[in-house]
């Protein structure tokens, strides 16, 4: 390439990185993406491009390859790239290399306020596990088995919701309509509800197997991530649960959204009214470190206590990993497995009364997604794997099912069918994060288990 080529690619680079920059002020991350890759292309050598880019994955919260990015980005000497591998390294909860790229950071850029916020969280979270880590025995048990919750008094002076022993349909729609208009109950209902729904959990197999009887029909919901006003515009859409409407709402009940204590005490009220109709499996974010991160810690602590948010932590531990309906169809919230051979047996044999590891079965089906590509492919999020449609096609054959539905992943009509209508992502969150414009989505399964998806807008909230 001649010294006017360069040039002209150089320009032609450096104006797409100014539209990528456009779109990312306006919250269009895949925009932005498409941008900054194609100045890569155009010039290979530009740390800042690797730099851009990394932070477009990290808004779509695909930190793998954001990490990439980064690194190349250091490698070409672009120092500010610690602070897009420290951030992404910190979404995935791994906290200790996060705090070696933001070390990096605040001494190279001392005054950069959300480096050294970020730099706090990490450090404050090493301790923390350092210290559980030392006091941590084998003899230790849960809070949930000895808690004594009449050692919470309701005051005199309370006038809030009040639960009976035994929950009713009206004392949970009373708590649920005080909730939208941003009321708390008091912690001793909300601890009443945590406990009675780990006693129910505890029943529970890891992969749970639903008939829908002739003539009905079932729907799943996917991630509601604590937007609890679009949480409740599916009842007004779909109907309010019931025995003869029942639902599976598919993980991620909790973070990001304002009102995750609100989304998931309502889940487990209902599930405690409704034990064979409301089903609930776990998602990735219901464990401690994303919880820690994303808000749900927090907010526990802020509306309720600290001793609450550990026992919500038992009780997210005992919910089931997925669902199978009639046989037919499976239902989890992440993908599938980084080997051939996987049998709902094994599903069915995860002990999952635990932190998800790292590798495994386990976290597998919590993190995964699929891919277009065919085989396997390292996880675009850092966790899990990316599995092709042949990988879909063959686990279904395998295992003498029809159609795989997971969660996980923001879709812009809410949902997404692919693999030739054997594999459906449903995201019940729309609009995400505020930001995303996403519809959102739910399926109906009649008694033949043939899927409908409907989608849905977000409504307007505090």
């Known amino acids: 390439m ?67 990015d980064a690194e190349q980005s250091i490698e070409l000497g672009y120092a500010k790239a610690h602070y897009r591998r420290g951030t992404a390294l910190l979404g995935l909860g791994r906290f200790e290399d996060a705090l070696k790229d933001l070390k990096i950071i605040i001494k190279t850029f001392p005054k950069d306020k959300d480096a050294r916020r970020k730099h706090k969280i990490c450090k404050e979270e090493v301790r923390r596990r350092q210290f559980f880590l030392a006091i941590q025995t084998e003899k230790s048990k849960p ?12 005051p005199s002076t309370y006038d809030g919701v009040c639960l009976p022993e035994q929950l009713t349909l009206e004392s949970v729609k009373e708590m649920m309509a005080a909730f939208k208009e941003q009321k708390t ?22 992969l749970v197997d639903i008939e829908i009887p ?50 998931i005490l309502s889940l487990f009220a209902l599930k405690l009214l409704y034990p064979n109709s409301i089903h609930l499996t776990r998602g990735n974010h219901e464990t401690i470190t994303m919880n820690g991160i994303y808000g749900f810690k927090g907010e526990i602590s802020q509306k309720y206590d600290e001793r609450l ?15 199978c309906l009639g046989g037919k169809v499976l239902v989890l919230h992440g993908g599938l497995f980084s080997t051939d051979g996987v049998t709902l047996k ?61 969660s996980h992943e923001v879709k812009d009509e809410g949902y ?25 989505a739910f399926i109906r399964f009649d008694s033949n288990y043939k899927p409908n998806c409907s989608t849905f807008v977000h409504v307007e909230h505090p």
């Open 2 to 68: 001649n010294t006017n080529e360069e040039e002209k690619s150089q320009t032609n680079a450096d104006k797409l990185k100014q539209e990528g920059n456009e779109f990312f002020k306006a919250g269009k991350w895949d925009l932005a993406l498409s941008r900054y890759s194609a100045c890569i292309d155009l010039d290979s050598s530009n740390g800042v491009y690797y730099s851009n880019r990394a932070f477009a994955f990290i808004k779509l919260e695909q930190y793998g390859v954001a990490i990439r």
């Open 143 to 154: 809070l949930a088995d000895s808690f004594d919750i009449d050692s919470i008094v309701l």
């Open 185 to 206: 109950i008091h912690k001793r209902f909300a601890y009443q509800i945590v406990l009675d729904t780990i006693k129910l959990l505890r029943t529970l197999p890891s």
């Open 214 to 263: 002739k003539e009905k029909h079932f729907t799943v919901c996917g991630d509601i991530h604590g937007q609890y006003y679009d949480f409740l515009n599916i009842f007004e859409i779909n109907g309010f649960p019931s025995e003869d409407n029942p639902y599976l709402f598919n993980g991620d009940f909790v973070d990001r959204g304002s009102f995750s204590a609100e989304c």
């Open 309 to 323: 948010f550990r026992i919500f932590t038992e009780a997210f531990q005992f919910l089931p990993l997925a669902v």
């Open 346 to 406: 094994d599903i069915r044999n995860i002990d999952r009364n635990r932190q998800p590891p790292d590798t495994g079965l386990m976290c597998e089906l919590l993190w995964s997604d699929p891919t277009p590509l065919p085989g396997r492919h390292p996880s675009k999020r850092g966790v899990g794997v990316g599995f092709g449609p042949d990988v879909t096609e063959r686990f279904l054959s395998e295992n003498n099912l029809e159609l795989l539905v997971r």
């Open 416 to 440: 997404h069918v692919e693999c030739g209508g054997k594999l459906i992502t449903v995201f019940s969150a729309p609009n995400y994060c505020d930001a995303m414009k996403n519809k959102g």
